[in-house]
């Protein structure tokens, strides 16, 4: 693939990434993704094949390596201190993209995990990514149970930003770095 085939292609994931943060998998069409992206039609099938699934699991996939690699370099004293770290980073873009952008996955899990294979595989994979980065973290702050709290931490930031996203409000996201801090 050329220069310009590789900048189409990243231009379609990027769009889809941003659609699908904001709208979720159902409320992210096709002709949406291709206006938005600036990418002539016939681009999507020769890159995705496989079509709406194939672009979102690519924008997933490519949602879940950033969120990972800022887990892994966040610099941090202590594992409690990633934790404040992170959520506050999380909760600023949050707020500043008016309570649209969350996270990557969670808005294409809860509308696709029961009934879309290819979409659920790439959804568990990138919760899997996360899961690992933070174990990771742990360990390397000495913590006794990485992968419990890990897992734990997860569920909480996910679902802390699903509760701020819905209050419109940072408040649930103060509510869980308290929280954290107990675990870690």
Not at 39 to 55: C, I, T, V
């Amino acid at each position: 693939m050329g220069a310009k085939g590789t900048e189409t292609r990243c231009k379609l994931i990027k769009a889809t990434r941003s659609l699908i943060e904001s709208h979720g998998y159902f409320g992210t069409g096709l002709n949406q993704i291709v206006q938005t992206s600036g990418a002539p039609r016939g681009s999507l099938y020769f890159h995705f094949p496989g079509g709406k699934d194939e672009l979102v699991a690519a924008a997933l996939r490519e949602s879940g390596t950033d969120i990972a690699a800022i887990i892994r370099t966040t610099e941090a004293t202590d594992a409690r201190d990633l934790a404040r770290k992170i959520v506050t980073l999380l909760g600023d873009q949050l707020e500043t993209s008016d309570w649209q952008v969350g996270c990557p996955v969670a808005a294409v899990a809860l509308d696709t995990a029961s009934t879309n294979d290819t979409v659920q595989q790439a959804c568990s994979a990138t919760y899997r990514l996360w899961e690992e980065a933070l174990r990771e973290r742990l360990t390397g702050f000495g913590h006794p149970e990485p992968e419990r709290v890990a897992t734990v931490a997860l569920a909480l930031v996910e679902g802390g930003l699903v509760l701020a996203r819905a209050h419109r409000s940072r408040e649930p996201l103060r509510r869980l770095t308290d929280t954290i801090d107990t675990l870690v």
